[in-house]
Each structure stands twice: as C-alpha cells, then as structure tokens.
C-alpha cells in the first residue's frame, strides 16, 4: 500500500487531527495511502477541560484521550501513534526531534500536515508547526545520523486553526472532502469530552464547502481548508 | 480543441507574455488547449527604447512589435490579439473593461495570466492585474449585458514580474516547462529590440527549475514561476 | 433621537447591509440612535442571479431588491436610501463623492460601517470602502462647500466580507448582537432571491457568537466581526 | 477592592512598567481596581548604563533599580513584585512560566499589559510578551495544577516600544491619561538614572494626546498607546 | 550649481514640504544643490481651516497661502512651482500627469522626495504619492513625447507622515538635519494659520535625532524619517 | 588597519559567507578594513552531502570543510575562526551567545552580515539571525560583564538566502561588487563539494548586477543583495 504514497499528520494533542484534517486522513487512506498520525500528547492538561470538571485523574484522561483518538484513527483509515511529551506547554527537546526526523526517515513521507505558525490562542501549535518545519529539513540532510535514508522534498500544510482569521491563516487549498465527510462525523463523534465541536466543525466543513464551490464552479458540500508553506511544483496549474 | 479547455493570458504590453508565460503557453497549446493572448498595448512607448533610439516612428514601431508578438505567439500555439489601447500609461476606460468581459465572455477561459498587484517599476502592469481581477467578476455576474453566457470561477495567476522581490511576489506554483523550453527560448528570439532579455530570462528558467527541484525533489531544468489569486480547489494536495 | 447617535452604514448594493451589519443596525435602532442606510445601488447586476434567471428586466430586478431592502431596513429599524448609481462596476464620480459628503455633513455620523478595503470576489466592495474613507475626511475639512457644518472624527469600521480569509479581514471587534438576533433573521428573509444566504449567515453569527464567548468568557450566542480603521480612544480598555 | 478588577502589568525590566503604562496604572488604580505589576528583572544590567559608568556593583544597581520602582509604583497605586530572574538575556523557564501561571491564577486579572511581539533594539521585550501570551493560555487551562481556578480570557495589550516604527506597533486604543498625567510624570522622576526620559516620554504622551484628539474631536492632552492581541467583545462599537 | 544634482520635492498641499522635508531642503540647497518644491495644491480647503473659520474667501486664502510658502522656500533654498490643481480631493488627469513628466524631464532630478503610499486621514497624499511613482516611470520612457531626453533612475523616497503609524511608514533613513534646523523653523513660521504645528514638528525633529542617535552612535539632536521606494545601490554598506 | 573599520560576517555553515556576503568581505578588505568571519559550524552534517554520499566520515567531512572555508577567507582577505557548536541543528545555547558578545566586545565591529530571519529551507539560518540580533544588543549593554567595552550601534544587514522570494527577503541594497567579482569567483571555487553552486552563484550576482544597473542608472555587471534590519543614519539620501 505505501506504494501509493504516505501522508503523515502532526498533531501537538490528540484530537486536532481529526477536526482539522479527519477528511483529507478520509480520502487519502480510502486510496490506498499509507497514513500516519503522531500526537505528540494526549491534549490532557489543555484540551480535557470537561473531564477534569467531572474529577478524573490525569492517567485517567490520558487513557480516555488515547482511546477517544485510536478509535478516531481507525476510522478514518489511519495508523497513530502517540508520542507521550506533555502538554500545556509542549516541551521541544533534542530527544523530541530525534523522534520525528526518525519517523520521517522510517515512513519518507510525500506530504505532511500540521498545525499553523501563529496561533495567539494556543501556545502548543505554532511550537509544533516549527518543529515538524525543522525536523522536516533535519530529515533531509545526508549528515544526519539514523538507519534510514534522507527523505526527499515532502509538501507541507498547515491544516485550519479554531480561528483563523486571528492566526494569519491564508487558504491556498480547498480540499473536497464530500466523498468522505460522514467518516470524519463518525470520527468526530468519537471525542465524547468535546461533544459542543461536532456541530461546530460541521459547520465549518459546511461553510468551506460553499466557499470551493464558489472559488472551482464545481458542486461541493463539504471541505477542508489548508495552507502551503512551500510553492506546489508540477506541469499544471492545479 | 476548446473542449480540453482554454488559456488567457491578458499581457499589458506586447512581449510581456514571451518572457513571463511562454512556457505555460507552449505547455498547453502542446497538449491540445486554446490559448488565447491579449496584448492590451504593443508595448510602444514603455519598452521599444532600441528602437526609439533607432530613430524609428511610432507607427513602425506598433509594426514592428506587432509583428514580433505574432511571430512568438505562433511559434507558442497561441491565438493572439491586439487590443491596441496605448501604453505608458494604459488608461482603464469602461470601453476597456467592456471588451474583457465580452472575450472572457466568448472564450470561458478555465484559467487566466496576467500581472502582479505590485510593481514599483511599471504602472501599467498593476493596473492590468486589476482590470482583469474585476472584469473577470463582471463576466461572472448574469445582469452583465452579453450575447454570451456567464463565465464559471477560472483560477487566476499572476506570473513573475521583472524584479519579483520589490513586487510582494509569492511563488505559489513552481511550472515545469523543460519540455518545452526551447519553444519558449525561439519566442523570446523573436523580440528583436529586446536581445539582453533573452539571457536573462533564459538565466530566471534555469533557476527557477533549480527551485523546482528542491522543493519536489523530481528533475526538472527549466521552470516558470506563479502566484494564485484563489485558493486551488479539488480532492487532493497539489 | 438623533440626540443619542447616528451611525451610518453604506452599503455597496442592496442586500449588504443585512447580511454583514443587520445586528449592529437593529441594536442601535433599538437604543434610539438614527441608523441610516445608503445603497449605492440596488445590486442589480452582481447581486441578483436568480432573478436574472429567472428572465426578470433590469428595472423589475431592481423594483424587487428595492422593496426586499426597504422591508429589510423597517424591520431593522433604520432609514434606507438609494443612491442607484449602477453597479458591477461602480464608478466614482465626483458627484456620488459630493453626495457622500453632503450625506455626512447634514446626518453627522458619530459610527460609520462599510465594506473592507481588500476583496477579490468583488471590486465594488472595496471602491466603496475607499469612496468612504475619502469622503469622511472632505466632510471633514472646513474648506469644502456646503450649507452643513464639518463633521468630527466618526469611527470607521469594515464589516465582515464574504470570504473573510481572502481579503485580509482582520477582527477587532466581536459585537454581541444575541438580543436583536431574530430581527436580522427576519430582515434576512426579506432577501427572496437568496435563500441560501439565511442559513449560511445564521452560521457566521453563531461561529461569530462562540469565538466572542472564548474571548470574553461572557455568555453569548450570536456575533458580527468588524475590524477598525482608526484607533479607538478613551478613558478605557475596551 | 478587586471586585472592580485586577489589571496586571507585565514588565520585563524595572522602569518599563512607568515609561509604557504609567497612566493606565494610575488611572485604574484610581478607579479601585486592582494593580499589580510584575517586573521580572531589575533591568541591572541592560538598563542601567549611567549607574554602571558611576562604578556601582551588581548588588548596589538593584537595590536602587529596586526602589526607584518600589516607589513609582507607590505613585501610581500599583502592587509590585520583583521576580529577579536576570536580564539581559531573560532566560524562560519552566519555573519562570509557572511562576507567571500562578500568578495569573491566584489574581485573576481581567487585563494584562505587557511588551510587543518585535522589537529589534531588545530581546528581553519579546521574550516577555511571548511568555506573557503563553502563560495566559496556561492559566486557562483546567489540567494545568494550581490550588487557584483557571482564569477566563482576559485581555491582553501590548505597551508602545521605544521606537515603534521598527516593532510593527500599530495602535489600536488611544487611552486619554490627561486626568492622572502628573502622577505618571512623577513616577517616570523617580528614575534618577534616566533623568533623559523623562521628557521624552512627556513628549510621547503630549503627541499620542494630540492624535488621540484628531481620533475622537475630543479634548485629550496626554494619552497612552496600546496594541491589542485579541478581539474586543461586546455590546457597542468601542 | 544644478551640477551638484536636483532634488524635486512633490508636495500634495502648500506646507507639506515645510513639516516632513524642510530639513533635507535646507541641506542640499545648501549644499549647491538644485531644490525644486512643486505643490499641486494651496491646501486650501482641506488644510486651512482657521483660515475659512476667520471668514476668509478662497481666493484670500490660495493667496495667503501661496505667499506662505513662497517665504518658506525662500527661507529653505528652493524654488517653488504651484500647479493649482485644487485639493480635497486633488484628480489626477492625463493633464496633470503629463506635467510632473515633463518637470522630471526637463529638471533630470536625481532625489524625488514625496508623500507616503497609505495614509488613512488623507486620500490627496497617497494619490500624489502613486502619481510620482507613476510619472517617475513614464519620464524613463524613450517613447513618452517629450522635448527633453529621458531621464534615469533617480531614488524615491517617502517623508514622515502625521501618524506614521496609522500609515504602514517604516523608517529607512534618518536625515540628521541639525545643521540645517534653525532654517526649517524659520520656515515653519512662515505657516501663520498653523501655529500649533511648529512645536509638535519641533517635537518630531527631536525625536527623530534621538532615535538617530541611538541608531548610529553619532550625536544627533533634529532629524528627519524617510522610507526608499527603492534599493540603494552603491559599493558600500550605508 | 582597523583603524578603517571592522566587518564581521556571522555565517551559519562554512559556505555560507562565500555565497552570500563574499563580494563585500573582497570589498572591503580591499579597502584596508578588518574583516573577520565566524562560522558557528562547517556546515557537516547539512550542507556536506556530496561528502556523504562519498563514504566520508564526520571528521574528514569537518576538516575538508574548514580547509575551503580557510582557502575562501584567505582568497577574500578574511579573518575567520570556527566556534565548531555543531549544525542540523544549531542548538543557541549561554555559553554560545557568551562566544558572540565577548567577539563583538573585542572586535568592535562596525558592520555586521548574516542571515535572514525567515528560512522555510533551514532553521539553522534564521536561528543565527536572531542570535546575532540578540547578542549585537547583549553586547551594547554596560552592565554584561566583560573584558572589553560596549559596542556602539553597528548596522546590521542580511544576505541574500537561497529562495529569497520564501523568505520575505526584501532587498534595501544592492552592493556593486563589479570589481572584486574575480576574487569571489575564486573563492566559490574552493567549495569542491558544491560544484553545482558555482555557476548559480555567479548568475545570481549578474542578475542583482542587472538589477543595480536599472535601479541606479549606472553601469554596474555583479551585485550583492542585502536587506538592513536598522534605518540607515547619515546626513545624505543613499
């Protein structure tokens, strides 16, 4: 199956996967795409605000974020792994970048979604969209130690933030994501703490879905919203 | 032909498409387009100094630039015409954006060139970025009068300006235009009052395939470079 | 009445005003301020795609949006004027800038709302939003003919575009419009010929809403985005 | 008196709280809120030069940084508490950021002041803002251990820089100081070693004041600027 | 002397030269250096206010203000061309643009000084501003109908506006103007119907020097702010 | 021979300060100025593929590169000392940013080059910027502890990276480097590794030589692009 390609997801807690980019996991494990998704943490301290309100333990909201999200990742078609760093705040250490350039090196992956490099509303975010932006470049590098070869030129996206127009979120794609929406609903559903975003990355899917329609003339309900950090290279205006 | 799609590339000056979008052009006549160049001026009083200095008339110097751009849309494949307004400065009339709409109109291009929003060196080329941003949303509005049908949403791309850092240019799409590169090199021949371009632009391909090769990690030597007005829409990261 | 405010929205064509400052008008109706709504026109070519669809003459076409936004302005409790100038394109004459400016001077805004300055969905929004911004500061200079006074120094603020993310819209302002929210509802539905517009601007308010609740910790449901022009200045930080 | 609220100061040196913030201190101290000043360090050795060039040692240039603060703060009605993590550079932390979270946690500021995100003549301005926006978002945070609750979302402003041109300081909110401005100006001498600022930063005030009056057609003689990080919320256009 | 070079100074308004670049006026005239001011306008309806407060009649007042700064040039060296064009808002035609080309041709400056790109409290600034840009490259063109040759590529520079801030201005030069000081104040006091101006460009100056100071390590008192439309080009770091 | 002035060049990798900045180390050396470069690494394990690909080991790799690197200096008429902290990435740590102030402290530099403060393609680059940003202040500071006076305030520039269009790299100079464009040559020829660079390095210069040419009017055949992070200071428009 990896012949097809593999899309690695990074994701700093461990369900902004699946709100921002359950369709674009959807669609590329539907075609026989490898997909990977590493969360770096369970999202414990700073995204379980409801199960802490209902007095749970951290081990136990650990467990109840790691469960939540496996059963998201299986839906969507996607392989997880869960790297355990804490949050609130991510820590960036030497060890943590080691990971990820070793994982880029183990899955040589042909594209790469994270977060944004602004996010004023979440520290955790930008901090992560850095590190992939660097490890992506240590990855490459030939004098870098690791048993695995040096990765080509993967494309890298920054999947929608909760408020975009506060983060310089620029979209440079629409990603028709109709085919595959009901699996990123299911998915979602799966993220019982966070049951007020359902509705609200619904909409979200819906309004984006409007706006393909109108910048393609094509019919389209549903869509994710991303941006590039490098230019799209190719013999096609796409 | 039409019914694999149509190229316009709306150049405000009579050469501007030959070193700016020449690969695009071959490209897709090459693969069975229409492409379809409008020159909105022969480029006869902003950039025809040899020939000024040359002692040569104002109408032999339309002539002679006309014939040139003739010449290099033929050797590109493309259809070419001459609107013929006057340059330095163009002057946007309602008669002006009157006739783009009807072209956009009549020809349903899928996608347009044209100009960056920005150039401290040349004002006519901003303003025909803008004439063209605008009438292609009049020739999408139903109450625009027209024996023609409304156009759908074609993407819109600026191309490279002379000196891109000063112009706020963001390469969005990085074009292959190896194949067909030495069509391109013959259509910049062409400009015979314009002889120190054609190294230089040659020199601009080479690096900006040396670009393409980085950020893809394929072999490619000569490409041309493009920013988007809208966001890409489809069902997959391009 | 005018004796507790006057703000002024001019609105680009006909349905504007409802669709992105309906809430702002029906809260400062409701507080007694004057609200004066200025159409440039009736949004009869750009705006009204279903009617033309529906084989209606420019003059039915625009008899219809002019009733629709009469209904709308009563309902949101605000004076409605048609300037019919023309739109797609609007053209800026000296004339329509003297009846800007005499409309400031007579009316003396204390609150102004307009389109933003950036939209490459639509040229006569922000040729209105600079025909705004020009002609507050003639009505603003003592040397410019008329029977009025000059005017002091209103705010100036762009309501929320369409595609907000494409046209650098920035929010700095989340006005709670919860207790007025079914007046801009029913002012909406005056919009026969854009149905599908209620439900999608039903979903911006109550986006709207959620992101002025987590930047304020208040309670509140639904919202309108604005971003100021000018600093905002006082005693308080607001 | 913390029922009117509780405005925190965030300065990343000892004097930068009375040249930057001066009068929003003293006027809402004034008001019976609240204010309490953080001065992560002395500024003993980045801001001290005339003291350095007098031969005083380390410990001398605190100590009288220390009460040149203590009693501007005293002026101005402010709390202060001096975190001495040494300046120039200002390492961040984790106990650092923790100390920032509790006290955000155990005062429940309703606004924070604190540096720019950019300043090319400092580093330790925009460590401190980034700390400052990171620590709130952690202070928010349900899982993040503390004997005091999470805060809810107060504002956050950034104070004018020294040379604001070159930090991309716009200002957002023009704060009228006229009533308390002789407070601040006797806080700013209780600066000996920087006696060249004080009327300097009179004449900020007086200009910011003279741009406050064109802002508004009100009478302001002094002001403060701010630049604000979020979205303002609430019932009226501010 | 015009040996030495020409500096062209576009003012929109008659006293614009004076407060944003009467120092480097006074500098390079007295340096042998050609200065030519050209206002397009007296400022008479949107820069004279006290003037039409005192019941003055349009005439009266283009008068006065002509003498104004005829005595300012004086004062600062230069020679000064009133177009007359009329303000608030100044239109830009064929006519008047044909004229700054031939100013440029005919004069061959080598520094053209003029208003910022952006400036929301004035439209006639930022449309002079494009204006010189524009006819700055129509005067480069061999085929502009002309009877003087085409001149080369002089620099272009932005002086400070009222509120740099409001007005994306970037500081690029600081023209240390001590020497030349007492002269721009003379000047300054030409402009009798703005005596409140004097002390805040005094104040301005001063800041600037101090800011000019601390940029260079030189000893600075007065200084002037300007922003390059275009690179320096030189064989040294300046 | 200091007595001329002192360029320091702070250059990430070995290579990188002959690509970048070698035409104005040549220029200025010439002149009789010290010039002394710091290389943080030998660029080993992230700019040395070619030596990887060859079997080399990270110590042969090290040594092959300081001895280019030497022989380039040397051609340049450089100074250069290598602090070995190790690339891909570069970890910013105290004792590192100690090494930086105590060589600005003792050198008393000028001029200072290096990197931009964006590199989507290599975090090391903008990493040096900002470390040389920082440690430029930590050095003007009376109270750092050192053997050797503060500096005063030497300008900084960054060189032209490798995409600059990525970078947000805007050029404010562009330095003729005409005749020393041999001895850069030259020295780009000691980097056996980067073969492919030589070439493209050279035709970068002829391009911003070109570029020089139009923006200055003089003849200029190589330049050097560089990007000021402070206002130029003088008494003259450059």
Aim: proline share 5%; hydrophobic share 40%; with cysteine.
């Amino acid at each position: 199956m990896a012949d097809k390609g593999c899309l690695m997801v990074i994701s700093a807690h461990a369900a902004d996967f699946v709100w921002r980019a359950g369709g674009a996991i959807a669609l590329y494990s539907g075609r026989g795409w490898k997909v990977r998704v590493l969360c770096l943490t369970f999202g414990e301290r700073g995204e379980s605000a409801s199960l802490w309100k209902a007095g749970k333990s951290l081990d136990e909201i650990k467990r109840t974020r790691r469960e939540e999200a496996e059963r998201a990742a299986e839906i969507l078609g996607a392989e997880i792994r869960f790297l355990d760093v804490g949050d609130y705040p991510i820590e960036v250490t030497p060890a943590l970048r080691d990971t990820l350039v070793q994982e880029f090196r183990q899955h040589q992956p042909d594209i790469l979604l994270t977060h944004t490099f602004l996010d004023p509303y979440n520290a955790d975010h930008p901090r992560t969209a850095e590190l992939v932006r660097e490890t992506r470049i240590l990855a490459q590098a030939h004098g870098y130690p690791s048993e695995d070869p040096p990765i080509g030129a993967p494309q890298l996206y920054s999947f929608e933030p909760h408020q975009p127009e506060q983060c310089q979120f620029r979209i440079d794609l629409l990603l028709d994501i109709t085919p595959v929406f009901e699996q990123k609903r299911k998915a979602m559903e799966c993220m019982q703490a966070q049951e007020h975003l359902w509705a609200y990355y619904t909409d979200v899917a819906k309004r984006r879905g409007v706006q393909a329609g109108r910048n393609s003339g094509q019919k389209i309900v549903y869509a994710e919203a991303y941006q590039r950090v490098f230019p799209s290279v190719g013999g096609a205006f796409v």
